[in-house]
């Protein structure tokens, strides 16, 4: 159990294009996933948490206008990249808490996006 | 201001044991987490301590000192497959993970 999965997993576009990554818990309820960035030989960077049914929560330094979050549904957030920019490149991976079990400390990952921007 | 710090790289040779530390300085603490992530994928769960003290699971076995804002990850019997990225992570007063920028760890036969 606790599936999340991410589409796609790996994407090349190019340079003012955007992107659209989605997250979804396969067999559980999430109200609340987190997007992280996570760039080479780095540590996973949070960059924003997202919460259905209303606005996601930005790290600071992350520009909420350039990356959309939306959270539609207890088992889908989308994250969309605007204007991509190659510094945008990263590996972007998301993660989710499972409504059901009211354990608020375990989060279940994604196998994550690989971003290239040409 | 909140840091994790953890050693950069740590070689060790295959069927030996590995201890690979982390200590922490952050704001509030609801227990610690350690992830294995291997190159181009999401991290996996390994351990969870709120607790002083040792949990064992299997190879591994993860001990947390709270008063010494301390924990290590202990991997016995290493097999090739150990070769990895291992990450530590905090979650702080708000229920958010800060993360520890990794130890990866090389795995020689």
């Known amino acids: 159990g606790a599936v999340v999965s991410q589409h796609p997993s790996w994407v090349i576009c190019k340079s003012g294009t955007s992107v659209k990554i989605e997250c979804r818990s396969l067999?559980?309820?999430?109200?609340?996933m987190f997007w992280y960035r996570q760039f080479p030989k780095q540590s996973l960077m949070l960059m924003a948490t997202s919460n259905e049914g209303s606005k996601a929560t930005y790290e600071q330094g992350v520009e909420k206008d350039k990356f959309l979050i939306n959270h539609a549904s207890l088992t889908l957030s989308t994250l969309t990249v605007t204007s991509a920019h190659p510094e945008d490149s990263s590996f972007y991976i998301c993660?989710?808490?499972?409504?059901?079990?009211?354990?608020?400390?375990?989060?279940?990952f994604g196998p994550g996006t690989r971003l290239t921007v040409t | 201001g909140q840091n994790i710090d953890q050693p950069t790289e740590m070689t060790a040779t295959e069927g030996a044991i590995v201890q690979i530390n982390c200590t922490y300085q952050t704001s509030g603490f609801n227990g610690l987490f350690w992830y294995q992530q291997h190159a181009g994928e999401a991290p996996t769960f390994l351990s969870y301590n709120v607790l002083d003290g040792l949990e064992e699971k299997g190879r591994f076995s993860s001990f947390l000192s709270r008063s010494k804002g301390y924990s290590y990850l202990l991997l016995k019997e290493l097999q090739m497959k150990d070769s990895a990225s291992y990450l530590c992570a905090v979650m702080d007063s708000n229920y958010q993970l800060i993360w520890g920028a990794g130890t990866k760890l090389i795995i020689k036969p």
């Open positions: 993660s989710a808490r499972d409504q059901g079990t009211g354990d608020i400390y375990e989060q279940y």
């Open positions: 067999d559980f309820q999430a109200t609340t």
